[in-house]
């Protein structure tokens, strides 16, 4: 088991480094003069473009720009943006604000889903079932975007129960709107998921040899019906994880949250690479850790599945 | 009942109440298309100690009328009319707290397919505690192992602690009978409880279950669809078709003197009873029991003398992961040498893990042999090149167990069959058109087959289909992978019959791979029985049925279910 962890941790390393390559490469290949862009209508002098330039590197070829960048990167030295600000202050300004809000968006997905989803298979073909399918279709068919606006203005603004934008101020109570909306849409996937994967268990013959054995209804569902339908389920929302902290760019931008979406979108809008790698790198960790999560959990559900050497 | 005299009756004999009284029972289920009777005035009765076995083919509401008496008809099913008497007590619509209390307690279950009635997430000790706890029984591990142990799974207290992934199929059954007997119910529903296993572990698993419930006291209801073993291990037998008990009786005299014309058909085609390879008929139409001529067998053949295929020193060794690169070797099929000659029936014979499909693969050359040679038709086909094994795969065709798998659902019946036509260039159109419908015919299927997928076709017609397009490239010998292992006993009989009616008419050579012997008796000539990837004794059929050489040959002889009955050839 520690060997497949270990071997797994191992794999994070090709993984990063495809990954940042490939983003840092994008970012190089953008049309346009990112220190140019900076000045705007008032171009500097040519001797402050140059000094500029040398200072981030931007006048070496691609290779040696990635490898001084890796270079930094292992002495943990990540540099500054073009605003002088260092980047691992950002980083550690942005990244715990994002985390609450993939936190509290991934317990609403999970805890409501499954729990829905539960009593949905439990009730096939109920008013229960019928209403939170249909519900949950519409979900999936809004865009995020459009949930977002109309649930800010309805709560946010008529109804007053929640502050309608975040600010500087983040607290877990004024997350709770955005979590709601970036989570709505995996909260559907997860509902119907979990309703699927009941409603086959409860059909499967060992449910119904566990009710020949005597047991109650609830101890054959909560035993034999819960634990094998959140395989599929635990699946789903690790993948949904790297949905979440990709997602929170509009979700951020509507409720004005101050997180990794944010800062992502403008470092790109800039053209900032080592913000934007750093940033990505740091989300590629997330990703890979969350799957290796997923798949630790999975082998704790299912015991058919053993991670050997 | 209310009369006092009534009453004392019953609490002096209660050995003369029936523990199980099954009346009128009727059960229907709602479908899409509205209500479906699946039982009728079903009747049966069980006296406690008492062993009864319902026989009938899929479908026939034997299982409908188990589940029913223990209150687990599926959701859309329900008791339309009649009466489950449980020691007097009505319990065909009795409330969901009542039978949780039944359950386990009073009426234990032994499901039928031990792959899939555990759950796999669940240690096997957890499943059988669970139902210890459930049923107000002290459930520590020593009373788990205990229970383990009684129906004779070595080494219990260990093995409680196994997932069901790590058990072996008769393993798994020994679990679940052991959890169905945990609290000592007084009666036992077993569905088919041996129906997915070996010959000799179910021999086992029977014989250790009779044991266990005669030394309980439990009555037994058995559901099973072989009459050979609810004859062997049953006071009485309850033939049920389609929904109605046909015919109910001790079952020597029952299947003696059958009365009912389907239990006439199912004594007569049931496998484990039939003792003579099936005479091909002379004429057409004549019905499945009239082919099962007792007497000369074999010799009433033509010979032939040519080896088709000639199987020399076959072994295969399978690399084995064991972590770290390294690997361990298994040999599948060891030094196996055999030759099958033109026109004749050669089967192979095993348990799960003899090695018998492994021989079927590389016969069709779908795996590598790892040594040894297979010459067909005087040629070693391992020295084909991809053209000669293309025309290879013309001369030799699979039919395959599951009808259910092996047909494509998205192609109709027509594509189906023509598809390996087409794949070989032959003919246009029109003459392919012409052969499937020749096709169809051989097979007895209506040409307007065709036009129909295979989840419109029963198991029987998709297993025709499947001939069929074994048989559109004009075949010199055909593989028969446990071809009929998943077919009810009558539709088992219908597509034997078939076989061997192509056989002489077409001249065909078939390896035949089956588990069953009783099937073995009725199609082959020649036969190979393996074990653990060695041939043990090969032989003519008769040879090895009448006089077995091999202690291995002999324990599969006999365990086949209603071996030891001895029935009136008139019958047989």
């Known amino acids: ?258 997180g990794v979406g944010q800062k992502l979108y403008q470092a790109i809008l800039r053209s900032e690479g080592p913000t934007v790698v750093a940033i990505v790198s740091v989300l590629v960790l997330v990703f890979v850790l969350a799957n290796l999560l997923v798949d630790l959990l999975y082998a704790w559900l299912d015991p058919r599945i053993r991670y050997e050497n | 009942m209310a009369t006092s005299d009534v009453t004392i009756h019953e609490t002096g004999t209660t050995a003369d109440r029936p523990l199980l009284e099954i009346r009128d029972l009727a059960i229907s289920f709602t479908t899409g298309s509205g209500e479906v009777q699946a039982v009728r005035n079903a009747h049966l009765t069980i006296m406690p100690g008492e062993t009864v076995a319902i026989v009938g083919e899929s479908g026939s509401g034997k299982s409908t009328t188990a589940l029913a008496a223990i209150g687990l008809l599926p959701g859309n099913g ?169 015919e109910a009786g001790p079952s020597l005299e029952l299947l003696q003197n059958p009365q009912h014309p389907y239990t006439q058909r199912l004594v007569a085609s049931a496998p484990s009873l039939a003792s003579r390879r099936i005479q091909v008929a002379k004429e057409h139409g004549v019905a499945s029991n009239e082919l099962l001529v007792p007497g000369e067998g074999v010799a009433a053949k033509p010979v032939m003398t040519e080896d088709v295929l000639q199987i020399q020193n076959l072994s295969k060794v399978f690399k084995l992961r064991a972590g770290f690169g390294k690997s361990t070797d298994f040999t599948a099929v060891d030094d196996v040498s055999f030759n099958v000659k033109r026109g004749t029936t050669t089967a192979i014979v095993g348990e799960s893990g003899s090695g018998k499909s492994t021989v079927a693969q590389m016969v069709l050359n779908l795996l590598e042999p790892t040594s040894g040679k297979i010459i067909f038709d005087g040629v070693d086909t391992s020295a084909l090149k991809p053209k000669e094994i293309f025309a290879f795969r013309r001369r030799v065709q699979p039919i395959f167990q599951d009808p259910y798998g092996s047909l494509d659902p998205m192609y109709n019946i027509y594509r189906t069959i023509e598809e390996p036509l087409r794949v070989h260039k032959i003919g246009d159109k029109a003459s392919r058109e012409k052969k499937v419908r020749e096709l169809l015919d051989q097979v007895s299927l209506p040409q307007s087959t065709m036009q129909r997928y295979p989840n419109e076709l029963s198991g029987g017609q998709r297993q025709r289909v499947a001939i069929a397009r074994a048989l559109a490239l004009d075949p010199e010998v055909i593989i028969c992978d446990e071809a009929v292992s998943a077919l009810d006993v009558l539709v088992q009989a219908q597509v034997l019959n078939l076989l061997a009616e192509l056989q002489s008419r077409l001249g065909l050579t078939y390896l035949f791979i089956t588990h069953d012997l009783a099937v073995v008796r009725q199609i082959a000539d020649h036969v190979c029985v393996m074990e653990k990837g060695k041939l043990v004794e090969t032989g003519s059929t008769d040879e090895v049925f009448e006089a077995p050489q091999k202690d291995y040959t002999k324990a599969l002889l006999n365990a086949i279910p209603g071996a030891r009955l001895m029935l009136p050839p008139e019958v047989a």
């Not at chain 1, 990112?34 to 040398?54: C, K, M």
């Not at chain 1, 200072?55 to 890796?70: I, R």
């Not at chain 2, 008497?85 to 949780?100: F, N, P, V």
């Not at chain 2, 383990?148 to 072996?168: I, N």
């Open chain 1, 1 to 258: 088991m520690i060997q497949f962890i270990l071997r797994r941790l191992l794999q994070v390393i090709p993984v990063f480094l495809g990954t940042t390559l490939l983003v840092y490469f994008m970012v190089f290949a953008l049309p346009g003069d990112p220190i140019r862009a900076l000045f705007g209508d008032r171009p500097p002098s040519e001797a402050v473009i140059a000094q500029l330039r040398q200072q981030y590197n931007l006048d070496e070829p691609f290779w040696v720009q990635y490898g001084l960048f890796l270079k930094n990167l292992f002495t943990f030295n990540l540099g500054v943006d073009f605003t002088g600000q260092p980047i691992a202050d950002t980083l550690a300004r942005v990244f715990p604000v994002t985390a609450m809000l993939a936190i509290e968006a991934l317990i609403i997905q999970g805890v409501f889903g499954i729990a829905f989803g539960l009593v949905a298979g439990l009730r096939k073909g109920g008013i229960f079932d019928s209403s939170v399918l249909v519900l949950s279709l519409v979900v999936i068919a809004i865009p995020t975007f459009v949930l977002g606006f109309a649930l800010q203005l309805l709560i946010g603004v008529q109804l007053g129960w929640a502050k309608p934008t975040v600010g500087s101020n983040v607290t877990w109570g004024s997350l709770i709107l955005p979590a709601v909306v970036l989570g709505m849409v995996s909260f559907a996937y997860v509902l119907r998921l979990t309703r699927a994967s009941v409603i086959e268990n409860m059909n499967a013959d060992y449910v119904r040899t566990a009710t020949a054995k005597g047991l109650a209804r609830r101890q054959v569902v909560t035993t034999h019906v819960l634990r094998n339908s959140l395989i599929p389920v635990i699946t789903y929302l690790g993948a949904s994880l790297g949905a979440l902290m990709g997602g929170a760019i509009v979700t951020e931008a509507i409720f004005n949250v101050p």
């Open chain 2, 78 to 246: 329900r008791v339309a009319g009649g009466q489950i008497l449980l020691d007097g007590e009505d319990i065909s619509h009795a409330s969901e707290k009542r039978m949780i209390e039944l359950r386990g307690n009073i009426i234990g279950m032994v499901p039928q397919d031990p792959m899939s009635n555990l759950n796999p997430v669940w240690k096997i000790g957890d499943q059988v505690k669970e139902t210890l706890k459930a049923n107000g029984r002290p459930s520590g591990p020593d009373d788990v192992a205990k229970v383990l142990a009684q129906a004779g799974l070595p080494d219990a207290a260990r093995r409680a602690k196994q997932y069901p992934h790590e058990f072996s199929g008769g393993m798994r059954q020994r679990a679940l009978i052991a959890i169905g007997l945990s609290c000592q119910p007084r009666l036992l529903i077993a569905d088919e409880p041996t129906s997915a296993l070996d010959v000799t572990v179910q021999r086992q698993i029977l014989d250790h279950l009779e044991k266990m419930t005669s030394e309980l006291g439990t009555s037994v209801l058995l559901i099973t669809h072989d009459l050979g073993l609810a004859a062997e291990r049953a006071d009485k037998v309850v033939v049920m078709y389609r929904g109605n008990v046909v």
